[in-house]
Nanobody, 119 residues
Framework: VQLQASGGGLVQAGGSLRLSCVVSGRTFRGYTMGWFRQAPGKERESVGAISETGHPTNYADSVKGRFTISRDNNKNTLYLQMNNLKPEDTATYYC?????????????WGQGTLVTVSS
């Protein structure tokens, strides 16, 4: 399974970005998908996850109400819509794939895309 994340960039605080993650190699619709991020000098943290069918989803408290995870199983693509971005959202964002929603052990990872939010 190969995951390719894209869509990062530089944005001002309050702005929006949409990240994409294209999955190839296996059946995308069979995986629970997650987004993670790692800021400089900090540990990687979960942003949120989405089940194989698109529901349910969950989010870290720090992004609830601002970020939305979605997927298009026909396009083998995962999305992360980020609104009202804050400087503390600056990080490299990674997508990952897990075998199922209940266990959510992420076996496959993308290469990361950098998001920088200026104040």
């Amino acid at each position: 399974v190969q995951l390719q994340a894209s869509g990062g960039g530089l944005v001002q605080a309050g702005g929006s970005l949409r990240l994409s993650c294209v999955v190839s190699g296996r059946t995308f619709r069979g995986y629970t998908m997650g987004w993670f991020r790692q800021a400089p000098g900090k540990e990687r943290e979960s942003v949120g996850a989405i089940s194989e069918t698109g529901h349910p989803t969950n989010y870290a408290d720090s992004v609830k109400g601002r970020f939305t995870i979605s997927r298009d199983n026909n396009k083998n693509t995962l999305y992360l819509q980020m609104n009202n971005l804050k400087p503390e959202d600056t990080a490299t964002y990674y997508c990952a794939a897990a075998q199922n929603w209940r266990v959510r052990r992420y076996d496959y990872w993308g290469q990361g895309t950098l998001v920088t939010v200026s104040s």
